[in-house]
């Protein structure tokens, strides 16, 4: 088991380029509803994409299916990290199929991640 | 008979599925636009007449689910399940499965006959996407039509279903989605308590009914709590839902939402073959270039300069042969007819009221053509994205930019553009923001009075600060509102980058033909009352004793002897003269008399009074309003120099009641146009209500500030 494996967290922190696990969601009425009918189930998997030049929303890559949400509704929903994005802090192995943003950036500009980052090994 | 020869079909889809599309090429330009019954969701409804049947098309709003949070759901679904078309054409965007089953899930738990049509055939080929249609037809118990809209391929099959269905030689054979035990328990049990309720009146599928309660559906809830066998319903639920809680682990609103997506990951897992990995598309690289970080919101920007300068600069040249065109009409028709009241009905009331309706329709066209191209492209949705962070400062959605822009253009397509906004809390705040983006129709008004009021090195400046005034007004009464009627009902931002298409021409000049019909069938006859109305109250009631002195006034220059330029500048001043005492005992003329007390304290006197209630025909007529009380003639214009030197040298004013007049105009309630189609737009009166008293109210106030604070200063 990699330490990746424990990285939980809420959507609205994933940094772009990242792939996710669905574990559930927060959210209540509407909301919920929304998320849920967009598939934001448990076990979806997901790619964090982009975020919109001015930092919210969010676009996300749900199989090919491309979703944005504004940073209050990702706060909702809980995700575990299976992946790693293109430029880990860490220099941990280059998964990347993410699109466009997380592709050949400095790390300066990936002020997003707030994952527990436990990968020291 | 032909009511037995006619067949009604409904089609349900994803938005972007290529459902409008399709529905175009179905019924071609056999179609008009509606509204759905007390809702501001647009019906499309056409007919094509095929193997000796007539069929009916109603084509529902896009939607991704059918549950009861938006009007487009509940709209798409009370249709299916109250009228009871003949069949459903679930429309199934062929390279988004996943996405667009889950509304087939949800079509199939009402029972009721449809077919899929499963669009965008010719990209599901070119993807190399091998999918398995008889076995996916056999695990979702419907038929599947692949169609392309944009290849016109698949519709003679669908027609041919569709009669073949209604002629019976095929026959549906509705197929029930398969739960969890667990589900299927509390499901059954609740369809069987349903169904023993003999005088439950309702020709809804109970087992539709019964799931739709353990996903908390609000109109289901409604449906039943009035009803005795709410109780035995109630204890059921309250007896259960814990065990099952514990049982799964969820609850059964999110327990239903994942086994209806476990189901189409297994469907699509046995009949769908995707050739390895997905590539980087067009819709990619354009991504990478038009949202990024960067160059997103230049891009933005750009866009939307584009579309401004095309609606309005671009909008400007047929406006203005729409207005010489009137014009010319006005002066041949005076000249063949005498000069009398019938004449002057017809003139300066009916043909200018008819031209005043006409000249909206370039900026309509124009500024609807881009709003088609933004949408169909799949644009909007990127716009949107790129601002929605800055207008959900003020509690507004991504797509209420458009509109608001369109505002300092004009507000009457402005207010049309908020069609765009699905949410009626987004929409009807935007509606009633608009009118503070000064439109086009008030510079004439601001240029005139910064003219005789501020030093020329000031001008620049206060026109600038009157715009970010409006603006900041705008924006503050946005968060008002959305603080205080709307609280709590702003919708979630859950929005689909769809992925970039090129419209078609026949969508796009469907778009714009059904918007310049709506805008005339709708708009133009009150409209057209209101301006013969106004005109009425300017000019009417006449007074002959006026008429009368300036007649021997006439006479008495022309008795004069005077050189011939004399005499007729004599004239011309006799009848300016005129002209303002006429319009000064008008009904116009005595309600803005009447509002003095009211102005009073905003430094206004009855004449700027009298200017701002014709202002309420259109914004500029104040300028020829004030130009026909100082007796200048009703020609003046904010250029013209003598009414700019009568405002500077009249005691009564200053730059105080200048700018103050300025703030006041920029405020106060749009032209008439502008309100008939707020109306038209807001759907209901107390909105018209509240947007007539909130622009004047906050005019009021605002202009009271200023004008003190000036006085302050000066």
Same mark, same amino acid.
């Given at each position: 088991?990699?330490?990746?494996?424990?990285?939980?967290?809420?959507?609205?922190?994933?940094?772009?380029?990242?792939?996710?696990?669905?574990?559930?969601?927060?959210?209540e009425?509407?909301?919920?509803?929304?998320?849920?009918?967009?598939?934001?189930?448990?076990?979806?998997?997901?790619?964090?994409?982009?975020?919109?030049?001015?930092g919210?929303?969010?676009?996300?890559?749900m199989?090919g299916?491309?979703?944005?949400?504004?940073?209050?509704?990702?706060?909702?929903?809980?995700?575990?990290?299976?992946e790693?994005?293109?430029?880990?802090r860490?220099?941990?192995?280059?998964?990347?199929r993410?699109?466009g943003?997380?592709?050949g950036?400095?790390?300066?500009?990936?002020?997003?991640?707030?994952?527990?980052e436990?990968?020291?090994? | 008979?032909?009511?037995?020869?006619?067949?009604?079909?409904?089609?349900?889809?994803?938005?972007?599925?290529?459902?409008?599309?399709?529905?175009?090429?179905?019924?071609?330009?056999?179609?008009?636009?509606?509204?759905?019954?007390?809702?501001?969701?647009?019906?499309?409804?056409?007919?094509?007449?095929?193997?000796?049947?007539?069929?009916?098309?109603?084509?529902?709003?896009?939607?991704?689910?059918?549950?009861?949070?938006?009007p487009?759901?509940?709209?798409?679904?009370?249709?299916?399940?109250?009228?009871?078309?003949?069949?459903?054409?679930?429309?199934?965007?062929?390279?988004?499965?996943?996405r667009?089953?889950y509304?087939?899930?949800?079509?199939?738990?009402?029972?009721?006959?449809?077919?899929?049509?499963?669009?965008?055939y010719?990209?599901?080929?070119?993807?190399?996407i091998?999918?398995?249609?008889?076995?996916?037809?056999?695990?979702?118990g419907?038929?599947?039509?692949?169609?392309?809209?944009?290849e016109?391929?698949?519709?003679?099959?669908?027609l041919?279903?569709?009669?073949?269905?209604?002629?019976?030689t095929?026959t549906f054979?509705?197929?029930?989605l398969?739960?969890?035990?667990?589900?299927?328990?509390?499901?059954n049990?609740?369809?069987?308590i349903?169904?023993?309720?003999?005088?439950?009146?309702?020709?809804?599928?109970?087992?539709?009914?019964?799931?739709?309660?353990?996903?908390?559906?609000?109109?289901?809830?409604?449906?039943?709590?009035?009803?005795?066998?709410?109780?035995?319903?109630?204890q059921?639920?309250?007896?259960?839902?814990?065990?099952?809680?514990?049982?799964?682990?969820?609850?059964?609103?999110?327990?239903?939402?994942?086994?209806?997506?476990?189901?189409?990951?297994?469907?699509?897992?046995?009949?769908?073959?995707?050739?390895?990995?997905?590539k980087?598309?067009l819709?990619d690289?354009?991504d990478?270039?038009?949202?990024?970080?960067?160059?997103?919101?230049?891009?933005?920007?750009?866009?939307?300069?584009?579309i401004?300068?095309?609606?309005?600069?671009?909008?400007?040249?047929?406006?203005?042969?729409?207005?010489?065109?009137?014009?010319?009409?006005?002066?041949?028709?005076?000249?063949? +007819?005498?000069?009398?009241?019938?004449?002057? !009905? /017809? %003139?300066?009331g009916?043909i $200018? &009221?008819?031209?005043?309706?006409?000249? #909206?329709?370039?900026?309509?066209?124009?500024?609807?053509?881009?709003?088609?191209?933004?949408?169909?492209?799949?644009?909007?949705?990127?716009?949107?994205f790129v601002?929605?962070?800055?207008?959900?400062?003020?509690?507004?959605?991504g797509?209420?930019?458009?509109?608001?822009?369109?505002?300092?253009?004009?507000?009457?397509?402005?207010?049309?553009?908020?069609?765009t906004?699905?949410?009626?809390?987004?929409?009807?705040?935007?509606?009633?923001?608009?009118?503070?983006?000064?439109?086009?129709?008030?510079?004439p008004?601001?240029?005139?009075?910064?003219?005789?009021?501020?030093?020329?090195?000031?001008?620049?400046?206060? +026109?600038?600060?009157?715009?970010?005034?409006g !603006? /900041? %007004?705008?924006?503050?009464? $946005? &968060?008002?509102?959305?603080?205080?009627? #709307?609280?709590?009902?702003?919708?979630?931002?859950?929005?689909?980058?769809?992925?970039?298409?090129?419209?078609?021409?026949?969508?796009?000049?469907?778009?714009?033909?059904?918007k310049?019909?709506?805008?005339?069938?709708?708009?133009?006859?009150?409209?057209?009352?209101?301006?013969?109305?106004?005109?009425?109250?300017?000019?009417?009631p006449?007074?002959n004793?006026?008429?009368?002195?300036m007649?021997?006034?006439?006479?008495?220059?022309?008795?004069?002897?005077?050189?011939?330029?004399?005499?007729?500048?004599?004239?011309?001043?006799?009848?300016a003269?005129?002209?303002?005492?006429?319009?000064?005992?008008?009904?116009?003329?005595?309600?803005?008399?009447?509002?003095?007390?009211?102005?009073?304290?905003l430094?206004?006197?009855?004449?700027?009074?009298?200017?701002?209630?014709?202002?309420?025909?259109?914004?500029?007529?104040?300028?020829?309003?004030?130009?026909?009380?100082?007796?200048?003639?009703?020609?003046?214009?904010?250029?013209?120099?003598?009414?700019?030197?009568?405002?500077?040298?009249?005691?009564?004013?200053?730059?105080?009641?200048?700018?103050?007049?300025?703030?006041?105009?920029?405020?106060?309630?749009?032209?008439?146009?502008?309100?008939?189609?707020?109306?038209?737009?807001?759907?209901?009166?107390?909105?018209?209500?509240?947007?007539?008293?909130?622009?004047?109210?906050?005019?009021?106030?605002?202009?009271?500030?200023?004008?003190?604070?000036?006085?302050?200063?000066?």
């Open positions: 088991m990699r330490a990746s494996e424990t990285m939980e967290g809420t959507l609205d922190l994933a940094r772009c380029g990242t792939l996710l696990e669905v574990l559930g969601i927060y959210a009425g509407e909301i919920r509803r929304r998320l849920l009918d967009m598939g934001l189930v448990k076990g979806a998997r997901i790619r964090v994409i982009r975020k919109a030049p001015l919210d929303p969010v676009e996300i890559d199989n299916f491309f979703l944005t949400l504004r940073l209050e509704e990702a706060k909702t929903v809980k995700v575990r990290l299976l790693a994005g293109p430029f880990h860490h220099g941990g192995p280059h998964h990347g993410g699109r943003m997380g592709r950036r400095h790390r300066w500009f990936h002020r997003f991640i707030r994952f527990p436990t990968d020291h090994s | 008979m032909t009511s037995s020869k006619e067949i009604r079909v409904a089609l349900a889809g994803n938005p972007n599925s290529g459902k409008t599309s399709l529905f175009n090429v179905l019924v071609g330009s056999n179609q008009r636009v509606g509204n759905f019954t007390g809702v501001t969701v647009e019906k499309y409804e056409g007919f094509r007449k095929y193997r000796g049947y007539k069929i009916r098309f109603t084509d529902l709003p896009g939607t991704y689910s059918l549950s009861a949070y938006s487009e759901e509940r709209v798409a679904r009370n249709f299916i399940l109250t009228e009871k078309p003949d069949l459903v054409i679930h429309v199934v965007d062929g390279t988004n499965l996943e667009n089953l509304l087939t899930t949800q079509i199939m738990d009402l029972h009721i006959p449809f077919v899929i049509a499963l669009n965008m010719d990209e599901v080929k070119e993807k190399n091998h999918i398995d249609l008889t076995h996916l037809e056999r695990l979702l419907a038929h599947i039509v692949p169609t392309s809209a944009v016109k391929t698949g519709i003679q099959d669908l041919d279903h569709i009669v073949d269905t209604r002629e019976g095929i054979r509705p197929h029930k398969q739960y969890s035990q667990e589900l299927n328990k509390l499901i049990d609740l369809e069987t349903l169904s023993r309720a003999k005088d439950l009146n309702t020709t809804l599928p109970h087992s539709w009914l019964g799931t739709k309660l353990l996903e908390n559906d609000k109109e289901v809830y409604k449906l039943l709590r009035d009803h005795p066998i709410w109780i035995t319903l109630n059921y639920l309250s007896k259960h839902l814990e065990p099952f809680k514990h049982l799964t682990g969820n609850d059964p609103e999110i327990q239903l939402t994942e086994e209806r997506y476990a189901f189409i990951r297994g469907a699509l897992a046995e009949t769908v073959q995707f050739p390895g990995k997905r980087r598309d819709t690289i354009l990478t270039i038009l949202i990024n970080r960067f160059t997103g919101l230049p891009i933005f920007a750009l866009i939307m300069y584009l401004f300068t095309a609606t309005f600069r671009l909008g400007e040249y047929p406006m203005i042969w729409i207005e010489n065109f009137f014009t010319w009409i006005s002066i041949g028709l005076k000249d063949i +007819l005498p000069e009398t009241l019938f004449r002057s !009905i /017809l %003139v300066d009916i $200018a &009221g008819v031209g005043g309706v006409l000249v #909206f329709l370039p900026n309509i066209l124009i500024l609807f053509l881009g709003i088609s191209l933004l949408e169909g492209t799949g644009y909007m949705a990127r716009a949107a601002v929605d962070k800055i207008m959900h400062r003020v509690g507004l959605h797509k209420s930019f458009i509109p608001m822009l369109t505002g300092f253009g004009c507000s009457v397509p402005a207010f049309m553009a908020t069609r906004l699905k949410n009626d809390a987004d929409r009807i705040t935007t509606l009633l923001i608009i009118p503070f983006m000064s439109c086009g129709a008030k510079l008004v601001y240029t005139l009075l910064i003219g005789a009021f501020f030093p020329a090195h000031h001008a620049g400046k206060v +026109l600038f600060g009157i715009y970010i005034f !603006i /900041l %007004v705008a924006l503050g009464s $946005a &968060g008002f509102f959305k603080k205080t009627l #709307f609280k709590g009902e702003s919708e979630p931002f859950v929005m689909e980058l769809p992925p970039y298409r090129l419209p078609t021409m026949q969508s796009l000049l469907l778009q714009m033909w059904h310049a019909r709506m805008y005339i069938r709708k708009a133009a006859t009150v409209i057209l009352a209101a301006s013969i109305l106004i005109w009425f109250a300017g000019n009417f006449k007074d004793s006026i008429t009368q002195n007649d021997v006034l006439k006479t008495q220059i022309q008795e004069k002897n005077l050189s011939p330029l004399e005499t007729s500048q004599a004239l011309k001043k006799i009848e003269k005129e002209e303002a005492l006429q319009f000064e005992q008008s009904y116009a003329a005595r309600l803005g008399k009447a509002l003095e007390p009211a102005i009073k304290p430094g206004f006197d009855w004449r700027i009074g009298v200017a701002l209630v014709s202002g309420i025909a259109a914004k500029e007529v104040v300028v020829s309003t004030m130009g026909t009380i100082y007796s200048i003639g009703n020609q003046a214009t904010e250029e013209s120099v003598s009414l700019r030197e009568h405002l500077r040298n009249d005691p009564a004013y200053n730059a105080a009641v200048g700018l103050a007049l300025m703030v006041f105009v920029l405020l106060y309630v749009p032209c008439i146009a502008a309100t008939v189609i707020f109306h038209r737009e807001a759907g209901a009166f107390k909105w018209t209500f509240l947007y007539f008293f909130y622009t004047i109210g906050v005019a009021w106030i605002m202009t009271f500030l200023v004008y003190r604070l000036m006085n302050l200063i000066l």
